[in-house]
C-alpha cells in the first residue's frame, strides 16, 4: 500500500515536471515569434490614395479625391479641406517602419487590437489597407499595430499622435499673406481713408516717411511704425476659431458682415521666386460686430449696463471667403482704431535733428537764435558764438507729442515759439508755436495751423532747457 502510493506520488510529480517543462517549452516557442525588426512593413504613395478614412474616440472621418486630385470631406462636400494636412497624415504610410514584429498571432486581446484604438483605412486604384492601432507598450513606448498580414508590430512612430484630431483640424483656413511691401491701403469705414506708399516724396521733411493719406488736395505724411504696427494687428490675426465655413445671408447679417464695421483693402507686391517678375495682389478683410449685442448696448443705460470691450462679440472675414471667424475684443478694437489721427506722427517735429542748421527762439517776447557750423561732417551749435550743447533742447522738442489732435484757435498767451530750419529743399523751416490752453495742457500750432494738445509740463520742460543755454 505504501509502496503504491508512493508510485502515485512520484508519478504526480513527474506529470508536474512535464506540464512545466511543456509550458517553458511552448513559451520559448512564443518567445522566439517576437523579434526585432528595422523592416518597412508598408510603402503607400500619399499621391496614389484615393479615399482615406479613420475612426477613433475623436470621431469618424472619410474623404475622397475630385477628379482634379483636391480632396472631399463625405460628410459635407461644401467643408473646405485642407490637403496639405491629410498628405501630412498619409505621409505616415510612404514608408511604415517597425521596430519589433510578432508573427502569428493568436490573441489579438493582448495586444489591444481586438478593440483598437483607431482603425485607419487607405484605397488606391490597385489596393485597400486597413491599419489597426492596438494598445501603447509603456515598456517600448511604442504603440501595437496590425496591418491584416497576421502579426503584430510595435511601431516607431505612433500614428495616433496625428491621428485623434478634430474634424477643425483639417479645414483649409483663409491664409493672411506677408504684407510686407504694401502699396497701398483703403478703409471703407463711416469716413473712407487711402494711404499710399511714397519714397522720396516731397510732402515730408523726413526721409523715413513712405506712407501718406490722400486728399484731394494735399499728401499727409503717416507715421511708418504706426502704419507698421497695424500692419502686423493684421498680419498676427491667426485667423482659427471660425464660427461656420459655409456662410449663408443670414449669418453674416447675424455677425454684422452684411455691412461690415470697417473693410481694409490691402494692396501688395509679391515677386515671382522662379521669373523674379513683380506683381500686385490685393488682401481683404472684413470686421463685423454682433448687431444684437450691440443694439442692445445702444438701447441700454450707458452708465449702467453698457457692454464692456471685454464682452464684444466681433468677427473677421476674408474677401469673399464663407468661413466666418471670432475674433478677441482686443483684436476688433485695435483694428478699429484707425484714423488720420491714430496713424500720424504723435510728435509735432519729428524730422532729423542732424539737418537743423538754425533754431529761432522767442521766449517772454524775447528772441534768440542758435547757429550752426558743419566741419567733417558734424555739426556744431553755437549761441552767441560760444559752442551750446544742443541734447536738452532737441529731446524737449520730440517730447512735444499730441495728447489729443485738435483745430481749435488758442486765445491765450503765447508760451514759447520755435523755428527749425532744415537743409531740406521741400521743407525749409518748421514753425512751432506753442499756447497756454488750460493748467493741464497748451495748443500747439504748427506751420500756422493748430495742430494738437500737448502736455504743459512738455512745454516747461522745453522752456527749462532753452533757458539752460539762453540765460547761461
Known amino acids: 500500500m505504501k509502496r503504491n502510493r508512493k508510485i502515485g506520488m512520484l508519478l504526480a510529480v513527474l506529470v508536474c515536471v512535464s506540464l512545466v517543462a511543456f509550458g517553458v517549452n511552448r513559451y520559448e516557442e512564443r518567445k522566439e515569434r517576437i523579434k526585432n525588426s528595422d523592416e518597412v512593413i508598408l510603402e503607400v504613395a500619399a499621391e496614389s490614395v484615393k479615399t482615406l ?66 482603425t485607419i483605412c487607405i484605397e488606391t486604384e490597385e489596393t485597400s489597407y486597413e491599419i489597426l492601432l ?16 497576421g502579426n503584430a508590430y ?18 483649409l483656413h483663409d491664409e493672411i499673406p506677408g504684407l510686407w511691401e504694401v502699396t497701398q491701403l483703403q478703409f471703407d469705414r463711416t469716413e473712407p ?13 523726413c526721409a523715413e516717411d513712405v506712407y501718406f493719406v490722400k486728399e484731394e488736395n494735399a499728401s499727409l505724411p503717416l507715421d511708418t511704425a504706426n502704419v507698421n504696427a497695424y500692419l502686423s494687428t493684421i498680419r498676427n490675426l491667426n485667423l482659427q476659431e471660425y464660427v461656420t465655413y459655409n456662410a449663408s445671408e443670414q449669418d453674416l447679417i447675424s455677425c454684422g458682415l452684411d455691412t461690415p464695421k470697417l473693410s481694409v483693402s490691402v494692396d501688395y507686391t509679391v515677386t515671382d521666386e522662379e521669373s523674379e517678375e513683380k506683381r ?35 468677427y473677421a472675414r476674408v474677401g469673399e471667403s464663407r468661413i466666418i471667424y471670432q475674433i478677441t475684443p482686443e483684436q476688433y478694437r485695435k483694428l478699429l482704431d484707425m484714423s488720420y489721427d491714430t496713424l500720424r506722427h504723435q510728435e509735432m517735429f519729428w524730422g532729423d535733428f542732424s539737418e537743423m542748421y538754425q533754431l529761432d527762439i ?22 552767441q558764438n560760444e559752442e551750446v550743447e544742443m541734447a536738452g533742447i532737441r529731446s524737449t522738442i520730440r517730447g512735444l507729442e499730441a495728447q489729443t489732435f485738435t483745430d481749435e484757435t488758442p486765445t491765450q498767451k ?3 515759439s520755435l523755428t527749425i530750419y532744415l537743409d531740406n529743399e521741400n521743407f525749409p523751416q518748421v514753425p512751432i508755436q506753442l499756447y497756454r490752453y488750460d493748467g493741464k495742457d497748451c495748443i500747439a500750432v504748427v506751420d500756422g495751423e493748430p495742430v494738437a494738445l500737448v502736455e504743459r509740463s512738455c512745454v516747461v520742460d522745453l522752456i527749462e532747457a532753452v533757458n539752460a543755454i539762453v540765460l547761461e
Not at 505612433?158 to 477643425?168: G, K, M, R, T, V
Not at 500686385?280 to 457692454?307: C, K, Y
Request: hydrophobic residues 30%; contains cysteine.
Open 414 to 416: 503765447e508760451e514759447i
Open 154 to 171: 510595435l511601431v516607431k512612430n505612433d500614428p495616433l499622435d496625428q491621428f485623434a484630431i478634430e474634424i477643425s483640424d483639417v479645414i
Open 134 to 149: 492596438g494598445d501603447y507598450s509603456a515598456m517600448d513606448s511604442e504603440r501595437y499595430v496590425s496591418i491584416g498580414d
Open 280 to 314: 500686385t495682389e490685393t488682401f481683404v478683410l472684413n470686421i463685423g460686430r454682433d448687431p444684437a449685442q450691440e443694439e442692445e448696448e445702444e438701447d441700454a443705460d450707458t452708465a449702467e449696463s453698457a457692454q464692456s470691450e471685454e464682452d464684444i462679440t466681433a
Open 362 to 383: 522767442t521766449l517772454e517776447g524775447v528772441s534768440y537764435t542758435i547757429t550752426s557750423e558743419m566741419e567733417d561732417e558734424s555739426r556744431t551749435y553755437l549761441y
Open 53 to 118: 478614412s479613420w475612426e477613433c474616440d475623436t470621431g469618424s472621418f472619410a474623404f475622397h479625391r475630385d477628379e482634379n486630385g483636391g480632396w472631399i470631406y463625405d460628410a459635407d462636400e461644401t467643408f473646405p479641406v485642407d490637403g496639405e494636412k491629410l498628405g501630412s497624415l498619409l505621409k505616415h504610410f510612404e514608408a511604415f517602419g517597425v521596430s519589433f514584429v510578432i508573427e502569428n498571432v493568436e490573441d489579438w486581446g493582448q495586444y489591444g487590437l481586438d478593440g483598437p484604438v483607431c
Open 193 to 205: 481713408m487711402t494711404v499710399v506708399y511714397e519714397e522720396d516724396s516731397v510732402d515730408t521733411y
